[in-house]
């Protein structure tokens, strides 16, 4: 295998093909309509379905149909269209289905713009619809990243059988990278023991999410906050760098990450023991490891490209053993790395008497 330049958005429309995708459902948005145009065309060469649904909401009902035969499937879109996706998402984890979501986050609230950000946060891992259930979400900061995530969704949906999303912005779904596309997987043709096709020969099988007695519909949440609890225990993915000695660990995911990464470099060179904590996972949150690094930290700095969703989930995990601090741009402006180590600087400077004992401060760091 070689390393070729691709676009991000065909490059993991391509990585699920491969990963043996079955059937792809769904409506053009940018910045992620690449995605759709590719699969447009691969889906049908390979023999394989693929429909341009009149709507994001028909899209998300397609998956469901089809996910209920155990097939691979997928749709796409990007802020507005999965929060029209909302319903049937919580369907689909209502129903127990395995399916995979890629979302290209773009500018918001409402129509916003096209340009890249991460205001998707909160949408996709606190419920992705209504109910008690978090999908598993997965956020890469590279293209070869973003290919290798990719098939690992659909092993983890199949797995759990529960809803992945990959979560990527406008900026990694529209660059050009360098990048290696995995072999083409060969799969076992039986269906899983649970799908639908046909009731010769075995019992029926019944697929819902609709339990009219409460006390049914809770045995069913229980279940499912199990489920989600054996995630959290085995699935929790995140990388670091310089974080072994480092007073400040700055935090961010996605393209931030890659500011963020660039940032901590400069710092260090300037003689900082700055780090940089990305996660992988961000449902379930790598919270275990977060909280390891936060008695040996002065401070923690949350980059991302919103006005903070993120720095939630890391103040539960750090909790009062240090201040955390926020730096962000919102609307799809770029931020820079030279803003970063602004706020990284600020952060320090604000917290190098409370390295003991630190009570936290909610302070916000921009430039």
């Keep these: 295998m070689t390393r070729e330049l691709l676009k991000g958005n065909e490059a993991i429309a391509e990585a699920a093909v491969r990963a043996g995708l079955d059937a792809y459902f769904g409506y053009p948005i940018t910045p ?58 919580s369907y689909l984890a209502g129903a127990e289905l395995p ?151 700055v935090v961010a995911f996605g393209s931030a990450a890659r500011v963020a990464q660039n940032a901590v470099e400069a710092a260090r060179a300037r003689g900082m023991a700055v780090g940089l904590f990305r996660p992988i996972t961000l449902s379930p949150f790598p919270s275990r490891r977060l909280a390891r690094l936060a008695p040996r930290a002065r401070a923690f700095l949350v980059v991302e490209m919103n006005a903070g969703q993120m720095i939630e989930d890391v103040r539960l995990a750090v909790g009062e053993r240090a201040p955390v601090r926020f730096y962000g741009r919102m609307g799809g402006v770029e931020m820079l790395p030279d803003e970063v180590v602004q706020a990284i600087e600020q952060t320090m400077h604000d917290t190098r008497v409370t390295k003991n004992g630190a009570r936290r401060l909610d302070v916000e760091v921009r430039s």
């Design 99 to 249: 399916a995979v979501v890629v979302d290209v986050m773009r500018g918001g609230p409402g129509l916003g713009n096209i340009a890249a950000c991460q205001s998707d946060y909160f949408q996709v891992t606190r419920s992705a619809g209504h109910g008690d259930f978090r999908p598993l979400t997965l956020a890469p900061a590279t293209i070869q990243e973003a290919i290798d995530l990719t098939g690992l969704a659909f092993d983890l949906a199949e797995r759990y059988r529960m809803l992945v999303i990959l979560l990527v912005d406008g900026n990694l779904g529209q660059m050009m990278e360098p990048a290696e596309l995995p072999p083409f997987r060969q799969r076992e043709p039986s269906l899983p023991e649970w799908a639908l096709g046909g009731a010769e020969g075995r019992p029926p099988r019944i697929i819902t999410s609709i339990y009219l007695q409460p006390e049914a519909l809770e045995r069913h949440n229980l279940a499912l906050q199990a489920k989600l609890a054996a995630i959290a225990e085995r699935e929790q993915r995140s990388s670091g760098m310089y974080l072994e000695d480092a007073d400040l660990i």
């Design 32 to 89: 992620q309509t690449e995605l759709l145009e590719y699969l447009a065309r691969r889906m049908p060469e390979l023999g394989r379905a693929f429909v341009q649904a009149e709507s994001e909401v028909a899209a998300i009902n397609m998956v469901y149909g089809a996910a209920c035969t155990g097939k691979r499937v997928m749709t796409s879109s990007s802020g507005p269209g999965i929060s029209l996706m909302q319903e049937g998402l």
